[in-house]
């Protein structure tokens, strides 16, 4: 029996899953991520218990009395992503809460079990190598969940070709292409006076309203500037849960 699948048309699942979403701080990132729905959140502000109202992951790498690194930020996402992709469970998105930190932990337990200061210091750049690995594993492993996943992070302020201050996320560029490369929509969240707005500022494909499949994605969706693409099949929510001009904003 063939293992080929059929030489036939099929309907392409156009809903958005891999989300990115910067700002500056207190920007709404958070509040903006936490109407996605049913989600867990990996963070790394080491305040878990008082992060928000979601089951939350505490990113960091455990060490013993001896400074010996016990437990890994690498082994602590490898063993809950490995959860979710193998136990029965009802969360529908993951959300990383912040990604450029996670990026920062990575690295530091590469040194940490390699007995080094820095990637640099391990010959014939295995160390860099080890990095750009285990983060292109993460992208892709959480990417390949039948899950939403949203990566959260901050905003730093760069220059231009003409030295003219741009925002920017603050995860690095090398970086930030190989998660944005895995992405559906790129989101920047701003706090301007009494309102908190969200503009795309990268997309992979223009999305019809008829096409989304989540009703809350599309609600979701629907209030941000240039997120989605009206047609006649339109099915446009009622409410608007991501615009407020009272809720602090992460």
């Known amino acids: 029996m063939s293992i080929l699948p059929k030489n036939e048309p099929h309907q392409p699942h156009n809903t958005p899953k891999n989300f ?7 920007s709404g990132k958070s509040y903006l991520a936490s ?36 437990e890994s930020v690498i082994d602590i996402l490898d063993k809950y992503i490995l959860a979710l992709r193998t136990e029965q469970h009802s969360f529908k998105t993951v959300v990383i809460d912040v990604i450029e930190d996670v990026t920062v932990l990575i690295e530091q337990a590469i040194c940490m079990e390699n007995n080094v200061k820095s990637l640099s210091d391990i010959p014939y750049g295995k160390g860099y190598s080890m990095f750009n690995s285990m983060l292109q594993e993460l992208v892709i ?66 999305y019809k309203e008829s096409e989304i499949e989540d009703p809350i994605i599309l609600k979701i969706l629907s209030v941000i500037p240039g997120a989605l693409v009206k047609d006649k099949q339109s099915k446009t929510p009622t409410a608007r849960p991501t615009q407020t001009n009272n809720k602090d904003g992460k």
């Open 20 to 26: 990115f979403i910067w700002g500056a701080t207190m």
């Open 141 to 206: 492993d959480l990417k390949a969940l039948k899950m939403n996943v949203v990566y959260i992070s901050r905003e730093v302020t760069k220059t231009d070709s003409n030295d003219n201050p741009v925002p920017a996320p603050a995860l690095k560029e090398k970086y930030y292409n190989v998660v944005n490369g895995n992405c559906d929509l790129v989101i920047r969240t701003q706090h301007l006076g009494s309102r908190y707005v969200q503009t795309v500022t990268d997309i992979r494909r223009k």
């Open 35 to 70: 109407y996605f729905p049913d989600s867990i959140v990996f963070s790394t502000d080491g305040n878990e218990k008082n992060s928000g109202t979601r089951p939350t992951i505490a990113l960091q790498n455990k060490v013993n009395a001896q400074g010996k690194i016990t």
